[in-house]
C-alpha cells in the first residue's frame, strides 16, 4: 500500500508544520488529510494488527486531536448557536470526536486491560459526539436511538428484543441510504459556489456518523462485559507498580464550546484531575516510606511516631517545659517576657475591625 505510506508520511509533516493554531486554512488542510487517511485505511486489505496500518491510525489520532485543538483555538462554535447558524465551514468538524472513538477502537493491543482503556476511551468520544448533535438539534430521527438507549441505561429497563431487532434493520438501511446520498453530493465540495449542496453533503455526513456512533457505541458496551470477565493474567506486585508508574491517564481532547467550559468540563484539559484521591494517598505514603528507609534505617514506623520523629513543634514545647521545671534561667526570663507582653497586649487588641 504504496499510497498508503505516503499519506501518513505527508500528514506527518502536516502536524509539525501547522504551528499556527488559529489559521483555519491549516485546520481544513489538516483534517481533511486525515479524513483521507481513515478513508484509506478502511479501504485496505492489510490485516488489522498490520504495523503500517496501526502507525496510520496511531498518525491520524495525532492530527485529529491537532484539529481538535485548533478548532477550540478558532472557537468554531459557540454555546448560544442554533443548527442553522452553523458556518458551513466548521460543520464538518462536529464529527471529530466521533472518528477519534472509531480510531481509538481499531488500536490493537495483546493487553487486556490496555484495551479495556481505549473502549472506555471511544466511548466518551461517541457520547460527546451524540450529545452535541442533540443539543443542536441535529438528526432528531437518528439520535431517537440514542436517547433511548439513555433512557434505558437509567431505568435499568431493557428493550424488547424483536423491537430492536427491527430498529437495528431500519438503522443498517437508513445508514445505507446516507452512503448513497453521501456519494451523490460528494462532487459539489469541489464547486464552492453551491454552498446549499455542501451544505447539505456535511449534514448527510453527520448523520451518517451518529448512526456509526450508536453502532459502536452498542458493540464497545458489550466488549467491556466480555473484558470483565475475562480471567487477566495474573501480574507480579512489582510488574503491577511498574504499570501504575507507567501508564498515561485518559484524556480525550472534546471539542469546547466556550473558554469557561473547556476549563471546567473540557477533558483532556489540566482542569482533568489525573489521579484518584486513592492514588494520592498511596503515593504520599509511598513516598514518606521511601523517606524513612533513607533517613531511619532500621527503624520503624511506629518507633519513629513514638520517638516524636516529625512532630518538631510538641517536642520543642516538651523540652520548654523541662527547662522551666529546672528553673533554667533563660527560658525563666523569656517566659516572664513572655507574660509581660500578653499583659500589655490582650488577645483580639490588634484586630480593631476598622473602629478606631
Given at each position: ?247 498515561k491517564p485518559l ?83 523569656k517566659a516572664r ?20
Open positions: 500500500m504504496a499510497e498508503l505510506s505516503l499519506v501518513v508520511e505527508s500528514l506527518k509533516r502536516l502536524i509539525v508544520e501547522s504551528d499556527d493554531e488559529r489559521n483555519d486554512t491549516e485546520l481544513s488542510k489538516l483534517f481533511d488529510s486525515c479524513l483521507r487517511l481513515l478513508e484509506l485505511m478502511e479501504d485496505s486489505n492489510l490485516p488489522s494488527n498490520d504495523n503500517e496500518l496501526q502507525e496510520g491510525v496511531h498518525v491520524c489520532i495525532k492530527g485529529l486531536e491537532k484539529c481538535t485543538f485548533m478548532v477550540n483555538e478558532l472557537g468554531l462554535f459557540s454555546s448560544n448557536e442554533t443548527a442553522d447558524e452553523l458556518q458551513t465551514s466548521s460543520i464538518k468538524y462536529l464529527i471529530l470526536p466521533a472518528v477519534l472513538g472509531c480510531l481509538n477502537l481499531s488500536f490493537q493491543s495483546i493487553d487486556l486491560s490496555e484495551r479495556k482503556e481505549y473502549v472506555e476511551k471511544a466511548e466518551i468520544y461517541f457520547r460527546d459526539f451524540l450529545l452535541r448533535c442533540a443539543n443542536y438539534e441535529l438528526c432528531e430521527t437518528s439520535l431517537r436511538y440514542f436517547k433511548e438507549i439513555l433512557d434505558s441505561e437509567t431505568t435499568q429497563k431493557k428493550p424488547d428484543p424483536q423491537s430492536l431487532r427491527e430498529k437495528k434493520i431500519q438503522q443498517y438501511r437508513h445508514k445505507k441510504e446516507l452512503e448513497e446520498r453521501e456519494k451523490t453530493l460528494r462532487p459539489a465540495l469541489e464547486r464552492p459556489e453551491c454552498e446549499e449542496n455542501i451544505r447539505e453533503y456535511y449534514f448527510v455526513l453527520l448523520e451518517k456518523w451518529i448512526l456509526i456512533s450508536i453502532e459502536e457505541l452498542e458493540n464497545s458496551k458489550r466488549e467491556k462485559e466480555i473484558l470483565q470477565n475475562f480471567p487477566m493474567k495474573e501480574m507480579s506486585r512489582n510488574d503491577k507498580q511498574k504499570r501504575k508508574s507507567d501508564a484524556k480525550p481532547f472534546i471539542i469546547t464550546k466556550n473558554e469557561v467550559q473547556k476549563k471546567v468540563f473540557g477533558l483532556g484539559y489540566p482542569s482533568v484531575p489525573v489521579l484518584t484521591i486513592d492514588d494520592f494517598y498511596r503515593q504520599r505514603f509511598e513516598k514518606m516510606v521511601q523517606e524513612h528507609k533513607q533517613n531511619n534505617t532500621g527503624q520503624s514506623l511506629q518507633d519513629a511516631a513514638f520517638s516524636g520523629r516529625g512532630f518538631d513543634k510538641e517536642s520543642e514545647d516538651i523540652q520548654k517545659e523541662e527547662l522551666l521545671d529546672k528553673d533554667d534561667p533563660n527560658e525563666l526570663i517576657q513572655w507574660d509581660d507582653w500578653k499583659d500589655d497586649n490582650p488577645r483580639g487588641s490588634g484586630n480593631r475591625m476598622n473602629k478606631g
